[in-house]
Structure formats: C-alpha cells, structure tokens
C-alpha cells in the first residue's frame, strides 16, 4: 500500500450537545474557556462527565467554567470535593479560595488560599491570600 493508498481523515468536531469522547471533549471544552466561552464548554463538559462522572479533568474544567459564569456556588461545592479529594491540587485550592472570597466568604477563604500561595509560591496566589487577609481584618473591626 502506497501513501497515496492511504485515506485521510479529518479529527472529528465536537458541537455543543453532542456527544463526544471524554478526552476530545477536554481539549474542546479547553480551548473554549480559553476563549471565554463557559456556557459552551459546560455544554461539551456535561455529556462528557455523564460518561465519566469521576473525570479530575473534566471536574476541574466545569468547575472553571462556573467560576468565570460567577456560579459561585457551584463552583465551591465543585472545588470542595476536588480538595477534599486531592488537597495537593494548588490549583484547586486557589480557585475554591477564590470562589469562597467571591461569595464574600473570607475567613472560609483563606486556608484554601494560604494553601495554594505556598504549594505554588506563585505572586498572584501571594496577593489574594493578602488581599483577603485584609478584608478578613475589616470583619474584626
């Protein structure tokens, strides 16, 4: 068989509400969010998840997703297992930080975020944990 013999396929596209395999619905819902397209991704995250509700990567991604649709809530609940089970995860501890602080959460906030700042030793993680400190303080006064 020559390469001339040999056909060629195109990847497949995965559209919103179809059904796609776990790890092509990753990279898709992925690159959506990248693209500031979380009602989208959530649409390729969904089907996907009921296939492999135990999925990290696609947990972590839906969580991401709530985050920037300001699904507070869903988002901390999300985030609450992923910590709960792996607390290793710097960037879950970060993102659960920050969605309890955006729910105006602080105290609740700050482990998750002291956590992350110094699993990562990343300055914007070292910034929040200092932001929240502040506002934190504020609530003593």
């Known amino acids: 068989m020559s390469e001339q013999d040999i056909?060629?396929?195109a990847p497949g596209i995965a559209f919103p509400g179809a059904v796609a395999r776990?790890?092509?619905?990753?990279?898709?819902a992925h690159d959506l969010l990248e693209r500031r397209a979380p009602s989208e991704a959530l649409k390729i995250l969904e089907p996907a998840l009921d296939q492999e509700p135990a999925n990290r990567g696609l947990r972590l991604?839906?969580?991401?997703?709530?985050?920037m649709r300001a699904q507070l809530v869903k988002a901390s609940d999300e985030l609450a297992q992923l910590v709960?089970?792996?607390?290793?995860?710097?960037?879950?501890?970060?993102?659960l930080g920050r969605a309890l602080e955006r729910q105006s959460r602080h105290r609740e906030a700050l482990p998750h975020l002291?956590?992350?700042?110094?699993?990562?030793g990343d300055v914007e993680h070292e910034l929040a944990v200092l932001r929240v400190e502040r506002l934190a303080g504020d609530l003593d006064k």
């Open 22 to 28: 776990p790890e092509s619905a990753y990279r898709t």
């Open 84 to 95: 709960e089970d792996d607390p290793s995860d710097a960037w879950a501890q970060h993102a």
């Open 7 to 9: 056909p060629l396929q």
């Open 61 to 67: 991604l839906r969580a991401w997703a709530y985050l």
């Open 114 to 120: 002291r956590l992350a700042a110094a699993m990562s």
